[in-house]
């Protein structure tokens, strides 16, 4: 049975700007400030898992390599184009600051005087400034850490990939999904709504099934975003997997960066909870739409979701 209107299940997948439009007119001042520090919190949740995942790389380099190794990974603009490093302005650094960093709370007070004066435009305004800086700042975090997989895949193959990604899943992931999996399956549908519409700032559309959610991220606010903004093409050529290895889903179209979908959410989830988590079904290098699969149990998680990294259910 359907718990979810196609309404409630569209409006779970609300963009930001529609989030505060809503809060500034049927909301109270209160209202349109949680929302911003809702939002906010995600942003800065996905920021800080980049940043997380980066250290484990150089962690991984460290520990089954030598320091010289791990030394190589650190000098990130190295290894990026000399003429496509992506600055921000003195403007946009320090609402990065205000905003990932908490430095000061100055974006906070803004957005007050604006819910106060119910200034629609000047919130969406003061919003795309925030939205743009923070994203401009991901997407250094999200190339610092594709450029370190690129060095680990050229260096060391997919084998050396899959098993830098597994000692970073144990560190990053593996606490996140033992919290999403506690929670219980409307509330999960909920979250993973609100971290794909805002914390990763995608185009999402959620179809319910008797026993399943579909997500369709056209594009993914990451994988897609990153191989549409050119990253794996000159001068960037940031890496593809080797085809037939799992860490690529066994398949000649998978990025490093999107080798994370086959082991921190399909193969360690599936050896430590018996299902991926949540199942994935990844478009590759075509950015074409790709499918999240939020099952109420996942024990019912489909054989093909096994299948793709050569696995099998337990």
Not at 2 to 25: G, H, N, T, Y
Not at 56 to 72: D, F, K, M, P, Q
């Amino acid at each position: 049975m359907c718990e979810f209107s196609q309404i409630d299940l569209d409006r779970l997948c609300r963009r930001p700007d529609e989030r505060l439009l809503d809060a500034v007119r049927n909301g109270s001042p209160a209202d349109v400030l949680d929302c911003f520090a809702r939002m906010v919190s995600l942003i800065r949740d996905i920021a800080d898992l980049y940043s997380a995942w980066s250290v484990t790389i150089v962690g991984w380099l460290n520990e089954r390599h030598s320091l010289s190794a791990a030394a190589e990974s650190i000098a990130v603009h190295e290894l990026w184009p000399a003429d496509e490093v992506t600055l921000l302005d003195a403007e946009q650094l320090a609402l990065v600051r205000s905003v990932l960093r908490g430095t000061d709370d100055a974006v906070t007070r803004r957005v007050a005087r604006i819910a106060e004066a119910r200034d629609e435009d000047g919130l969406l305004a003061l919003w795309t400034q925030v939205d743009d800086a923070c994203y401009r700042a991901e997407t250094l975090r999200r190339d610092t850490v594709t450029a370190q997989l690129t060095l680990v895949n050229d260096r060391h193959g997919p084998n050396g990939l899959e098993d830098c990604l597994r000692h970073t899943t144990e560190l990053v992931w593996v606490p996140r999904m033992a919290r999403d999996l506690a929670c219980r399956p409307t509330e999960r549908l909920r979250n993973w709504a609100e971290k794909m519409a805002v914390g990763h700032n995608g185009a999402v559309r959620i179809r319910e099934h008797a026993d399943r959610w579909v997500f369709t991220l056209d594009p993914c606010g990451s994988c897609g975003r990153q191989i549409l903004a050119g990253r794996y093409a000159p001068p960037w050529n940031f890496g593809v997997v080797a085809d037939g290895a799992a860490v690529g889903f066994e398949r000649p179209d998978i990025t490093v960066y999107q080798a994370h979908l086959a082991i921190a959410h399909t193969l360690v989830p599936i050896e430590r909870t018996g299902a991926p988590w949540p199942a994935i079904s990844c478009s590759g290098l075509s950015a074409g739409p790709c499918e999240l699969v939020l099952y109420r149990d996942p024990n019912d998680t489909d054989n093909r979701y096994y299948a793709q990294v050569g696995s099998r259910r337990p």
